[in-house]
């Protein structure tokens, strides 16, 4: 089975990880809004280092500032902004709940509309991770990185980043 799961299609990550730590599978479904938004907030920035990484060598601290543009909450908030319309009614659902979940955490660098809309953004992102709808959420990410101008989805081209 191990030999199985280390040349699996990415898609099968999460079941390698949970086999090799003897972890239960996941329903996304059961957890709070919050939970979701914190396993967002790490598949987000994954995928944005992903792409900054991809650009080439240069100063981490150059990376890390490219990364961060992207993934403080006035970007996250534009970029759910950006994608609302497409998003289907399940998605908006679970985005509201993660917007409107009263957390203990304050907005440090932002304004509480952006600071809870980028937990809305989160927990959509985390939903779809423990989902198991990597496809869907790599789309609306991508979308939302088109519409915003530094991605060419079709090209797989990045501008800005």
Not at 4 to 15: D, K, R, T
């Amino acid at each position: 089975m191990e030999e199985e799961l280390m040349g699996a299609a990415p898609e099968h990550f999460e079941a390698y990880v949970r086999d090799m730590f003897s972890l239960k599978e996941a329903d996304a479904k059961m957890y709070s809004p919050l939970v979701l938004a914190y396993i967002g907030d790490a598949v987000y920035e994954l995928i944005i280092r992903t792409i900054v990484v991809n650009r080439g060598n240069c100063p981490v601290n150059r990376m890390h500032q490219k990364s961060s543009s992207f993934v403080k909450a006035s970007a996250q908030a534009e970029l759910i902004h950006q994608i609302m319309e497409e998003l289907t009614e399940e998605e908006r659902a679970i985005y509201k709940r993660g917007r409107n979940a009263k957390s203990a955490t304050a907005a440090k660098h932002a304004t509480i509309a952006d600071y809870r809309a980028a937990t809305g953004f989160e927990a959509l992102i985390g939903y779809l991770y423990l989902h198991g709808e990597k496809e869907r959420l790599i789309e609306l990410v991508g979308h939302a990185l088109q519409k915003k101008g530094v991605l060419d989805t079709r090209k797989g081209n990045t501008y800005e980043i």
